[in-house]
């Protein structure tokens, strides 16, 4: 683990990042949404710029800067990907207790039905690096449709649908064995949410399975459902980025 270095003045939503509340652009809603104070005045401008440090509060809560986790795991069908929820199983509480007070986030979405790598961290900005489509890292699907993709079909998916007057289309489809017509590996780059089970409906389709199996060049070989291994920054991002496998 390591702690982010930060130098004042710095932006609110950089700093609460760094403290490992939420990502940059979840930490601005923190604030838009008025949940932040600043030496205890509420702060509601995501412009705001700290010139020196301060109690910075989020929810009542003190923040402070925290040494840094990088997290691969397995996520199980049915358990979220989120932080908290009063009602579901999310993806923080399949963690030992005492990462809760490191203020670790889901990297990106996947969504309660579907299952495999996600990444779980307290760095901002290595979670906006993973998200933003600059950095050019792709997600792949392991997908099992409902019922048989004839070839037109398959053509139309891989040249992109309409979804709700936005148009999406993965950077790859290709058909895989064991159940012909069914079974294929998808790969996204800047994906949206149920991006995969809304390109399938639109094809007439429906997705009975769906497994991330790939972050990059990073990809789920043994990991078992429900289990996680921690890293260090460098050591995940080269398996990221160059190549690695969970």
Partial sequence: ??????????????????????????????????????????????????????????????????????????????????????????????????????????????DKESEGLIILTNDGKFAQELIHPSSGVRRTYFVILRWNLDENGVNKWANGVMIDKRFAKPLEVAPMGGLPGRCFAV???????????????????????????????LFLKKLPSGAFNEYNYDELREMIFIGGEV
């Fill in 187 to 217: 790969a996204l780059g800047e994906g949206f949410k149920r991006e995969i089970r809304s390109m399938a409906a639109v094809l007439g389709n429906r997705v009975q399975s769906l497994t991330r199996t790939g972050i990059g060049n």
């Fill in 1 to 110: 683990m390591r702690v982010p270095a930060i130098s004042f003045p710095v932006r609110l939503n950089r700093y609460i990042s760094a403290c490992g509340r939420a990502s940059r652009r979840k930490a601005e809603e923190l604030i838009t949404e008025g949940r932040v104070t600043v030496d205890g005045r509420l702060e509601t401008s995501v412009g705001r710029v700290l010139g020196e440090p301060a109690d910075v509060r989020v929810d009542g809560l003190p923040i402070t800067l925290a040494k840094q986790v990088y997290i691969v795991m397995n996520k199980p069908r049915g358990v979220l990907s989120a932080v908290s929820d009063e009602r579901e199983k999310t993806v923080i509480d399949l963690l030992p207790d005492f990462y809760g007070s490191l203020g670790i986030f889901p990297v990106g979405r996947l």
